[in-house]
């Protein structure tokens, strides 16, 4: 019986190889998919039409709830704007703060 010396490489994949599949699916170019990206001009846009998002800590002060509560309270005007991260429009939250001062 003669000896075969293996690398080390082969000798830790012997017993169970390795399959490495590439993506199943490749994003293709095509002139009709691509979005203009180029930045809009700085006049169009005042600084006063662009509202600031509150935070769950901020919207839970206004409401006198706690942070988590927020979630349940008023989840459902969130804005996502990244995946887990949810703000809320404080004109939003105005409009429901006088909704339910009416409702009394």
């Known amino acids: 019986m003669s000896a075969v010396l293996l690398l080390p490489s082969q000798r830790s994949c012997e017993g169970h190889m390795i399959e490495r599949r590439t993506?199943?699916?490749?994003?293709?170019?095509?002139p009709d998919n691509v979005v203009d990206m180029t930045p809009a001009p700085r006049d169009s846009v005042?600084?006063?039409?662009?509202?600031?998002?509150?935070?769950?800590?901020?919207?839970?002060?206004?409401?006198?709830v706690s942070r988590k509560r927020v979630y349940e309270v008023v989840g459902h005007l969130a804005i996502q704007?990244?995946?887990?991260?949810?703000?809320?429009?404080?004109?939003?939250?105005?409009?429901?703060?006088?909704e339910r001062r009416r409702a009394k």
């Open 46 to 64: 005042d600084a006063a039409e662009i509202e600031p998002l509150m935070t769950a800590a901020e919207v839970g002060q206004l409401l006198h």
């Open 81 to 98: 704007i990244a995946p887990h991260t949810l703000r809320w429009r404080h004109a939003d939250i105005l409009a429901l703060i006088d």
């Open 23 to 30: 993506a199943a699916k490749l994003i293709r170019f095509r």
